[in-house]
């Protein structure tokens, strides 16, 4: 299988505070973890990659100061949001990838956000 | 960067009909997944498919790499068969996955 948890499910805070979500991969080890951001009726839009042990390389527009990522082991890796305000309210999810010789990728349940 | 394009954008059928969804690509790929997003926001992997035909149940796809395309056929559609199905495709060894606008399907009982 390829079981992936993420938690907290959904988070509601107030406007600057930090929020941070785990996600970690049950049964396999991920080398590669990417996070997603999905705004209401979108696509997902990839916010960065990181890989076990190395600093995260953020998409374009990501602020990497505000969206900090951490991929400490090979089977979890966290995102906090920083001083959080209304407009980063989105369902965060996060995409583990296989240490195989694929490259498929498989899911997180995903985090919803929601800045008061 | 290589461009998805996804259509029907949505679909409206009823219980028992069959269908087909479609993923064109611009560029070679080495990943392609086809993903049901559930309601409740889970994505769901359907396949991992960058060449040839796969089926698992009700559901198969066939992925013309040649001709940049990929096709999700879904038979006899259920009630729970809604929800959005994405496309994702990646070009290269550790390429990210750059996914489609995805489809709504709506199955009417």
């Known amino acids: 299988g390829a079981v992936v948890s993420q938690h907290p499910s959904w988070v509601i805070c107030k406007s600057g505070t930090s929020v941070k979500i785990e996600c970690r991969s049950l049964d396999f080890q991920a080398t590669t973890m990417f996070w997603y951001r999905q705004f209401p009726k979108q696509s997902l839009m990839l916010m960065a990659t990181?890989?076990?042990?190395?600093?995260?390389?953020?998409e374009q527009g990501v602020e990497k100061d505000k969206f900090l990522i951490n991929h400490a082991s090979l089977t979890l890796s966290t995102l906090t949001v920083t001083s959080a305000h209304p407009e980063d309210s989105s369902f965060y999810i996060c995409?583990?990838?296989?240490?195989?010789?694929?490259?498929?990728?498989?899911f997180g349940p995903g985090t919803r956000l929601t800045v008061l | 960067g290589i461009q998805v394009e996804q259509s029907p954008p949505d679909l409206i059928l009823q219980e028992g009909a069959n269908s087909t969804l479609r993923c064109n690509f611009s560029d070679s790929v080495n990943n392609l997944q086809w993903f049901h997003q559930n309601p409740w926001g889970q994505l769901i992997n359907l396949f991992y498919i960058p060449s040839g035909t796969k089926q698992n149940g009700r559901l198969s796809a066939t992925t013309v790499a040649t001709e940049r395309y990929s096709l999700l056929y879904i038979s006899s559609s259920q009630t729970t068969d809604s929800g959005v199905y994405f496309c994702?495709?990646?070009?290269?060894?550790?390429?990210?996955?750059?996914f489609g606008k995805g489809i709504t399907l709506s199955v009417r009982p």
């Open positions: 995409s583990p990838r296989r240490a195989s010789s694929y490259n498929e990728q498989f």
């Open positions: 994702a495709v990646s070009t290269g060894a550790n390429s990210k996955l750059t």
């Open positions: 990181s890989n076990e042990g190395s600093k995260a390389t953020y």
